[in-house]
């Protein structure tokens, strides 16, 4: 048995403390493998994932026929055309739906609280975070992505844009920063479920929510409305304001130009501040036991 | 640590806050104090059984032990490790079964459970293989590896999560209710395994349960919980005279009868008559042989047989007398 | 039928045990009804009187569509869920065993469930409605009265549509997928995403054939007063009979997947 214990020591327990960098890796390594088995199973029933995929991808592509159906009635809508809305609207869905993707399953945090499932979560030896991040990784959810991406294309296709090489940054910029600044907001919509087990819906209204207001211009809406999502949840940067730079069109509340480049260093912030309210959430959990 | 105290509790205390709502707007804060000052030692290898009524803290201590809760107060080491404080390393090398949920993934075939436990803990190729032929073997899986989770029976699911909390070479195993609700052939597989792993591996073994019998098949120690204290902590047998408990003595006679009496046993006495039957209590200490020998000899004796006390009411009655000094 | 009334009961108290989750989908639906509102003023301020309805009575279609969202399980969110679960792990082979009638009973259940939601659902994101807007609400009674009736029959038909898709459990691996279908569908045809008659040409016949209308369509309609005397008779009719098509669709398909657990034994 000696044999045994000495091999162990050197595989499986890593001598150095975790730090807050090799906790990120690890995470992220757990997340991968987590997801890769759930991949495999549902690549075992190709054709129900088949099914399923085109299914998410017609149902949230209903979204954006709705707001064809709206500009059969109207030439323009808060001032933006059809083009410039659907520009508007495949840089939101894209990056909810990348967010929807990688994040969508924490939503179920609160009813493993209330089974007591988390608690198998909490022995295992990788980041908690990551476990409830991948579990049930649903592939299907790419079908949002696929309807965001033709709807942005179309819309880049569509609309006479005077291109700069900022521009041309810009764009894979707003969906990468845009899906992190929402995943922020999947975690910490997990988090507050720590604390209220059955309040999965209060993340629908930021996280549905968000990305349904996000579809349409900010002229539309008011005032009091377009400030609280730019200062306190600043879900502006996800599509709003960087999209609006694009365009070439004003901002909302007279904000100045460069704000269009803050969306990368927005989705830092939302995430120092995801990460400890999750830390604080679980912490919390762990001194409470539910 | 040394191996003697291998897992040390001291002073061990959890602490809730409950809030009941107590109207409509009102709201009650009362202090619930689960594990009130526990200390003891479990030292490396040894099966330790450890029991109490619902409610009396035991889970609540396995919960601090594995690092899941953290301690309102006291010290707290396993393998020299502080659980709460490094859990993700102190999960490396213990091993958990909750009876009540499963540790694998509902959906998903055992195999593939156990395929990503091999990944998630990274354990060498080749002990894994060993560990989970030995398991399979021993537990009698081959035949469920491919089967989806969710359609195992509660016996084939308890012995998958044994299989899996065991492939890491874990140290300590910590196992909550494991024969709960399962039927007799899978206890008996279940505690066969274990006694073996024990003996074999060294493992450390510490055991909550309802049923006395996986106490009494598997180990030489046992510690007692109610209301969050530990009320005895040594061998089993010395639990029946602590808890001055009693065996049941159930008689057939040949008809209806008034209550035996046995006038110079004092401590025997009958609590419950049915037609010809009767019910008799008598200390579990003494011997059943010379009760029966009296009774046989002054009543018109049919059948007989001997009832052993359930752990509920050893741990009842041993209460009643703890509050009694 | 007192024992459905029981389970009908039950299936009030139930949902109205989880305080917590009423008051966060409250705030939702809130949310929901404001970034609604908005989109909707930019469009009749464009268009006055588009599809028949003022600036007022659009408003009102909004908040009415955040209150009825639950009620009439548009997103799913009643039975089925449990029901397709039961039915994943084999467990309703014995509720096939139980002296009540499967459908039915979880009729019943929904009744309640729905009963609770337009009480705890619908009344508050509507008062915060008429509050932030200006809203078309009826002055009649017997408007109100006539709304119920035809809310009630809305859920009949949300259920008979949501069974039927909790049925295909029998049949499909990843049933939570043509669920998640069911409801997207149901929001865009029952009227959810945008009034029914703002759908042009063929495709708003279609909407407008389709049970969902009955969902959210047809009792906002009533609510609006658009439909009176022999004309709410026929929008009344519309809605019982997908209510009756659908549950003898249910009874049909319950009986051939029943059909199914038998022989393979439960």
């Given amino acids: 048995?000696?044999?045994?214990?000495?091999?162990?020591?050197?595989?499986?327990?890593?001598?150095?403390?975790?730090g807050e960098r090799s906790r990120l890796v690890e995470g992220v390594r757990a997340y991968g493998l987590i997801v890769a088995m759930w991949l495999r199973s549902t690549m075992a029933y190709r054709a129900s994932f088949v099914m399923t995929a085109v299914g998410n991808f017609v149902a949230t592509g209903f979204d954006f026929v709705t707001i064809m159906l709206m500009f059969a009635h109207v030439d323009v809508l808060g001032g933006f055309t059809l083009q410039e809305v659907a520009l508007l609207y495949g840089a939101s869905a894209t990056a909810f739906g990348l967010s929807d993707l990688v994040l969508?399953?924490?939503?179920?945090?609160?009813?493993?609280?209330?089974?007591?499932t988390l608690d198998t979560l909490l022995v295992r030896p990788v980041p908690v975070l990551a476990q409830v991040a991948a579990d049930r990784f649903a592939l299907r959810r790419l079908g949002r992505i696929t309807q965001g991406l033709l709807v942005l294309g179309y819309a880049l296709l569509a609309l006479d844009i005077a291109w700069t090489p900022l521009k041309v940054v810009m764009l894979p910029l707003m969906v990468l920063s845009g899906a992190a600044i929402f995943g922020a907001v999947f975690v910490v919509g997990a988090a507050f479920q720590f604390y209220a087990q059955d309040a999965s819906e209060v993340q629908n209204a930021f996280t549905y929510g968000g990305t349904t207001l996000l579809q349409y211009p900010p002229s539309v809406f008011a005032k009091d409305l377009v400030r609280g999502v730019t200062f306190v949840v600043p879900l502006a940067f996800v599509s709003w304001l960087p999209a609006l730079y694009v365009l070439g069109r004003d901002y909302p509340l007279d904000l100045p130009r460069w704000v269009a480049f803050l969306p990368p260093l927005v989705a830092v912030g939302c995430w120092v501040i995801a990460g400890l309210a999750w830390r604080t959430g679980l912490r919390a959990y762990r001194s409470t036991g539910s | 640590m040394d191996d003697m105290d291998f897992i040390e509790l001291d002073g061990v205390e959890k602490v809730f806050d409950v809030r009941r709502r107590t109207g409509f707007m009102r709201r009650e804060r009362r202090e619930v104090r689960a594990v009130d000052g526990i200390s003891f030692r479990v030292p490396r290898g040894e099966m330790v059984g450890y029991i109490g009524p619902n409610g009396a803290g035991k889970s609540t201590t396995i919960k601090m032990l594995t690092g899941i809760l953290t301690p309102s107060g006291g010290r707290l080491r396993v393998a020299g490790?502080?659980?709460?404080?490094?859990?993700?390393?102190?999960?490396?090398?213990?091993?958990?079964?909750?009876?009540?949920?499963?540790?694998?993934?509902?959906?998903?075939p055992l195999?593939?459970?156990?395929?990503?436990?091999?990944?998630?803990?990274?354990?060498?190729?080749?002990?894994?293989?060993?560990?989970?032929?030995?398991?399979?073997?021993?537990?009698?899986?081959g035949p469920l590896l491919e089967v989806p989770v969710r359609q195992l029976s509660l016996g084939q699911r308890m012995r998958g999560d044994i299989a899996a909390a065991l492939l890491h070479d874990p140290e300590v195993l910590y196992l909550d209710e494991p024969t709960i609700g399962l039927d007799v052939v899978s206890k008996a597989k279940v505690r066969g395994f274990l006694r073996d792993l024990n003996a074999e591996r060294s493992t450390t073994v510490l055991l909550t349960t309802h049923d006395l019998t996986d106490i009494e098949q598997l180990c030489k120690r046992v510690m007692v919980i109610d209301h969050g204290r530990l009320v005895y902590d040594g061998a089993?047998?010395?639990?029946?005279?602590?808890?001055?408990?009693?065996?049941?003595?159930?008689?057939?006679?040949?008809?209806?009868l008034p209550p035996i009496e046995l006038g110079s046993e004092p401590s025997v006495r009958v609590v419950k008559v049915e037609g010809p039957r009767q019910w008799l209590a008598f200390p579990a200490a003494a011997s059943a042989a010379p009760l029966v020998a009296r009774i046989a000899a002054d009543y018109p004796l049919v059948d007989l047989s001997v009832r052993e006390p359930d752990i509920e009411s050893v741990i009842a009655r041993m209460y009643v007398s703890d509050s009694a000094h | 039928m007192r024992l459905y009334a029981v389970v009908a009961?039950?299936?009030?108290?139930?949902?109205?045990?989880?305080?917590?989750?009423t008051v966060a989908g409250v705030?939702?639906?809130?949310?929901?009804?404001?970034?609604?509102?908005?989109?909707?003023?930019?469009?009749?301020?464009?268009?006055?009187?588009?599809?028949?309805?003022?600036?007022?009575?659009?408003?009102?279609?909004v908040w009415l569509g955040q209150a009825?969202?639950?009620?009439?399980?548009?997103?799913?969110?009643?039975?089925?869920?449990?029901?397709?679960?039961?039915?994943?792990?084999?467990?309703?082979?014995?509720?096939?065993y139980r002296p009540a009638d499967l459908q039915l009973w979880w009729l019943a259940g929904d009744l309640g469930r729905a009963a609770f939601h337009l009480l705890g659902r619908g009344i508050v994101p509507m008062v915060l409605g008429a509050l932030a807007f200006d809203l078309a609400l009826p002055g009649s009674p017997w408007t109100w009265l006539a709304f119920l009736v035809s809310v009630a029959l809305g859920v009949v038909v949300s259920f008979g549509v949501r069974f039927l898709v909790a049925l295909s459990a029998f049949w499909l691996m990843d049933g939570a997928g043509a669920m998640q279908i069911a409801w997207l569908a149901g929001l865009f045809f029952s009227g959810m995403l945008l009034p029914l008659n703002l759908f042009p040409g063929v495709l708003g016949d279609v909407a407008r054939a389709l049970p969902w209308s009955s969902l959210l369509q047809v009792p906002a309609d009533v609510f609006l007063g658009t439909y009176e005397g022999w004309d709410l008779a026929g929008a009344y009719a519309f809605q019982a009979g997908w209510a009756l098509a659908l549950l003898l669709a249910g009874r049909l398909l319950q009986s051939v997947a029943t059909r199914r657990v038998v022989v393979q034994g439960g």
């Fill in chain 1, 1 to 18: 048995m000696a044999e045994v214990r000495e091999e162990r020591v050197v595989a499986a327990v890593p001598e150095t403390p975790f």
């Fill in chain 1, 104 to 116: 969508g399953s924490m939503d179920r945090l609160g009813r493993r609280v209330r089974d007591g």
């Fill in chain 2, 81 to 108: 490790i502080d659980p709460s404080r490094e859990r993700t390393k102190l999960a490396h090398r213990i091993g958990v079964v909750f009876g009540q949920r499963t540790t694998l993934w509902w959906d998903l």
């Fill in chain 2, 111 to 141: 195999r593939d459970s156990y395929r990503l436990m091999h990944r998630m803990y990274r354990i060498p190729d080749s002990r894994f293989r060993e560990n989970l032929d030995r398991c399979v073997e021993l537990l009698d899986l």
């Fill in chain 2, 236 to 256: 089993l047998a010395g639990l029946h005279e602590v808890g001055e408990s009693e065996r049941t003595l159930v008689v057939d006679l040949e008809r209806e």
């Fill in chain 3, 9 to 21: 009961a039950g299936g009030f108290r139930r949902y109205a045990t989880y305080r917590v989750a």
């Fill in chain 3, 27 to 61: 705030f939702t639906n809130t949310v929901f009804g404001f970034i609604m509102a908005y989109t909707y003023i930019a469009l009749w301020d464009e268009r006055p009187h588009l599809g028949g309805y003022d600036m007022s009575q659009a408003l009102t279609y």
């Fill in chain 3, 68 to 96: 009825l969202l639950m009620t009439c399980a548009m997103m799913g969110g009643g039975f089925e869920d449990e029901l397709m679960e039961r039915i994943r792990t084999g467990d309703i082979a014995v509720d096939l």
